[in-house]
């Protein structure tokens, strides 16, 4: 495996805040590289893990994390990206979690957008690794829950860190609010967008996305391969996408953890035109009442077997 930054748990990493009960929940720590960081609290070892953020101490890392900042926007989405123990927060004491966990949130704020050429009346969280960790093939995993909110678009991915499409794009969890599935798609030159490879992951009955999942993608240099809880449900050869463009695939890729609003993906699954493209008054609501977020426990790389 090729890493630009080997980073092994519990080293070189700043971890994050907390442990178990969503009711006791620990008020939102700081944002992104404001206060000093305590010492991390001990996480798991394994001598396989190249990358571990177990979010598990009193601070988001601005040495690992980047956050989005406002003048960012794609896909037509309604969201702004700041930087915000409103957006982008550690919670302690959450049913389920193996320690502290990651919040990215949106947030009802009408009247604040920066920028002259969008109406976002949403401020929302978006981080990233590009710079201080990124790396070229093995498996990228997260523990994630979500909220059930049409419209919403939480994700989990990989993007190149040059031009895009050509450098590539792994989507590795996509949810827009249909609590009955997540999505997985690859992007390059020739299969981006509405063209890119993609497929629907549909949670076996009693399994909702509001349930703690495992969200993977193993990636080598010949095929890359998407599972749920170990459970694989899309793998896709360089030989197959070759026939539709180059694979991007063989180049350095960051980590990215999102929390997006409406825009071309929700509105194309929902087809809801106000109050909000892709977001419904129900939705928006949720959001007012701050209920819609997405935890993430964990996210690590291993390195292919």
């Given at each position: 495996?090729?890493?630009r930054r080997l980073l092994l748990a519990g080293a070189a990493?700043?971890?994050?805040?907390?442990?178990?009960?969503?009711?006791?929940?620990?008020?939102?720590?700081?944002?992104?590289?404001?206060?000093?960081?305590?010492?991390?609290?001990?996480?798991?070892?394994?001598?396989?893990?190249?990358?571990?953020?177990?979010?598990?101490?009193?601070?988001?890392?601005?040495?690992?994390?980047?956050?989005?900042?406002?003048?960012?926007?794609?896909?037509?989405?309604?969201?702004?990206?700041?930087?915000?123990?409103?957006?982008?927060?550690?919670?302690?004491?959450?049913?389920?979690?193996?320690?502290?966990?990651?919040?990215?949130?949106?947030?009802?704020?009408?009247?604040?957008?920066?920028?002259?050429?969008?109406?976002?009346?949403?401020?929302?969280?978006?981080?990233?690794?590009?710079?201080?960790?990124?790396?070229?093939?093995?498996?990228?995993?997260?523990?994630?829950?979500?909220?059930?909110?049409?419209?919403?678009?939480?994700?989990?991915?990989?993007?190149?860190?040059?031009?895009?499409?050509?450098?590539?794009?792994?989507?590795?969890?996509?949810?827009?609010?249909?609590?009955?599935?997540?999505?997985?798609?690859?992007?390059?030159?020739?299969?981006?967008?509405?063209?890119?490879?993609?497929?629907?992951?549909?949670?076996?009955?009693?399994?909702?996305?509001?349930?703690?999942?495992?969200?993977?993608?193993?990636?080598?240099?010949?095929?890359?391969?998407?599972?749920?809880?170990?459970?694989?449900?899309?793998?896709?050869?360089?030989?197959?996408?070759?026939?539709?463009?180059?694979?991007?695939?063989?180049?350095?890729?960051?980590?990215?953890?999102?929390?997006?609003?409406?825009?071309?993906?929700?509105?194309?699954?929902?087809?809801?035109?106000?109050?909000?493209?892709?977001?419904?008054?129900?939705?928006?609501?949720?959001?007012?009442?701050?209920?819609?977020?997405?935890?993430?426990?964990?996210?690590?790389?291993?390195?292919?077997?």
């Amino acid at each position: 495996m090729r890493i630009r930054r080997l980073l092994l748990a519990g080293a070189a990493i700043a971890l994050l805040a907390g442990c178990g009960g969503e009711d006791t929940s620990s008020p939102p720590s700081a944002p992104i590289g404001s206060g000093p960081a305590p010492t991390p609290s001990p996480s798991p070892k394994p001598t396989t893990v190249a990358f571990a953020e177990e979010f598990n101490a009193g601070q988001i890392s601005s040495d690992i994390w980047k956050p989005e900042g406002p003048d960012f926007w794609v896909n037509n989405e309604l969201q702004a990206y700041v930087n915000s123990a409103d957006t982008i927060a550690l919670r302690s004491n959450v049913a389920g979690a193996d320690g502290g966990v990651l919040v990215l949130k949106p947030k009802w704020a009408p009247g604040q957008d920066t920028r002259s050429d969008r109406r976002a009346d949403f401020q929302s969280g978006r981080i990233h690794t590009r710079g201080a960790y990124d790396f070229t093939y093995g498996r990228a995993q997260a523990r994630i829950k979500m909220t059930e909110f049409t419209g919403v678009w939480p994700a989990f991915w990989l993007l190149g860190n040059g031009t895009w499409p050509a450098t590539g794009e792994i989507d590795i969890m996509e949810f827009v609010g249909e609590p009955g599935w997540i999505s997985a798609a690859l992007h390059g030159s020739g299969y981006s967008g509405a063209n890119a490879f993609s497929r629907r992951y549909n949670f076996p009955s009693g399994l909702r996305v509001s349930d703690w999942h495992i969200y993977s993608a193993e990636w080598s240099s010949t095929a890359i391969t998407f599972a749920v809880d170990g459970n694989e449900y899309f793998r896709i050869t360089r030989g197959e996408v070759e026939r539709s463009g180059p694979w991007a695939f063989d180049t350095p890729k960051h980590i990215i953890l999102n929390y997006a609003l409406g825009g071309d993906y929700p509105f194309g699954v929902n087809g809801v035109l106000a109050p909000y493209r892709g977001l419904p008054q129900s939705t928006v609501d949720a959001i007012k009442a701050g209920e819609a977020e997405m935890l993430v426990d964990w996210v690590r790389v291993t390195p292919l077997p």
